[in-house]
């Protein structure tokens, strides 16, 4: 079965900023990598999120494997944004 994705996007100034929080964040949980083009975070369970920043915007693809708990992932991920962005209007949209 194939793995579960779900992409988002988060109306933002400050993308590199939160990808850089993100994976410094999970770092000592999971695999992290950063650099100016994009941050990925991956998890033993076999969680992963992708990230990659534009002037305005930041994308996200969020993933698990075939049992994993999307819905339960995306809140995951959402709650840790929304604390970094805590002084901007937090609109994350996604599409699954």
Not at 48 to 73: F, K, N, R, V, Y
Request: charged share 30%; proline share 2%.
């Amino acid at each position: 079965m194939a793995d579960k994705i779900a992409t988002g996007s988060l109306t933002t100034l400050n993308a590199q900023k939160y990808i850089n929080q993100l994976c410094k964040h999970w770092s000592h949980k999971a695999g992290a990598v950063i650099d100016e083009t994009e941050g990925k975070i991956a998890f033993d369970t076999g969680n992963h999120l992708d990230l990659e920043p534009s002037p305005d915007q930041l994308e996200i693809l969020a993933s698990t494997d075939s049992d994993g708990d999307l819905e339960h992932w995306k809140t995951v991920v959402e709650a840790h944004l929304k604390r970094f962005a805590f002084r901007e209007d937090f609109d994350l949209k996604w599409r699954s």
